[in-house]
């Protein structure tokens, strides 16, 4: 079984900066494209960053010069680097992976649990 455990989220104030984790643990033989999005109370959610397996990144324009997405392929494991927080940024966010459980699996989405981020004015 594969899962995504995210950790890092908390209350900070506006200006300063969290590092969000995910690491992906179980059956896994490959992952492609990693990536982060946030939903908010009363919003839908939305992509923040994506990350290739060659470390090709997409941002949101919201989050570009702000946030930084990174990975580690040896650990499974993909980061979000956030500065200059906004409390507009305040949201819960969720790790995402697209995986291939085996070789002769297909590849499919899997998401973390959430972890909330608090940006104070």
């Known amino acids: 079984q594969v899962q995504l455990v995210e950790s890092g989220g908390g209350l900070v104030q506006a200006g300063g900066s969290l590092k969000l984790s995910c690491a992906a643990s179980g059956s896994i033989f490959r992952i492609n494209t990693m990536g982060w999005y946030r939903q908010a109370p009363g919003n839908q959610r939305e992509l923040v960053a994506t990350?290739?397996?060659?470390?090709?990144?997409d941002y949101a324009d919201s989050v570009k010069g702000r946030f930084t997405a990174s990975r580690d392929n040896a650990l499974n494991t993909v980061y979000l680097q956030m500065n200059s927080l906004k409390p507009e940024d305040t949201a819960v966010y969720y790790c995402?992976?697209?995986?291939?459980?085996?070789?002769?699996?297909?590849?499919?989405?899997?998401w973390g649990q959430g972890t909330q981020v608090t940006v104070s004015s």
């Open positions: 995402n992976a697209e995986m291939r459980s085996s070789r002769s699996s297909g590849w499919a989405d899997y």
């Open positions: 990350i290739d397996a060659s470390g090709s990144t």
